[in-house]
């Protein structure tokens, strides 16, 4: 499961250079020898500084659909490097020279963050800079994912009826 969730991890901050790509890699010429979470999330952040998934709930009133700040639990960015990191533990082999990995207690870990993660991606914005924001939404019973471009609307993001 740890290489699951390192990989899925990945998709998500690379995800949002989808347009782009050749600003980050103008930045980083070497991005594709990236493995450290703190440096990709920074690297990625120099060249789209909100490019992290905000998640929101939506909300609809007789001005429209609104999408409002999820109070639910997700993967922060914190959580990111912290589990990126800690699925890296697990794909090498222990160090002599550190302490002893409690293996249950990282798999319940793996698990909370990747239902985290689910968390975040099933309801979230990504800005595309000079594109946009994409709006993601996931039907869980079906995981089909609803995605529409959208611009932000007086500070707030409105899709209109």
Request: hydrophobic letters at 45%.
């Amino acid at each position: 499961m740890a290489l699951q969730l390192r990989s899925a991890l990945e998709c998500l901050a690379y995800a949002t250079l989808a347009t782009n790509r050749s600003a980050y890699l103008a930045a980083r010429p070497d991005g594709d020898k990236d493995w450290h979470a703190r440096r990709i999330l920074r690297d990625i952040e120099a060249v789209n500084p909100n490019f992290y998934p905000w998640p929101f709930t939506i909300r609809m009133d007789a001005t429209g659909t609104h999408l409002d700040d999820a109070d639910n639990h997700h993967l922060t960015r914190d959580l990111f490097v912290e589990a990126y990191e800690s699925a890296g533990e697990l794909l090498h082999a222990p160090s002599p020279f550190r302490p002893e990995i409690d293996y249950r207690a990282k798999a319940v870990l793996l698990e909370k963050w990747a239902k985290l993660a689910t968390t975040l991606l099933l309801n979230h914005v990504v800005e595309l800079p000079g594109h946009g924001f994409v709006i993601a939404n996931v039907e869980p019973k079906t995981a089909i994912c609803n995605a529409q471009l959208a611009e932000p609307l007086e500070g707030s993001y409105v899709i209109k009826r």
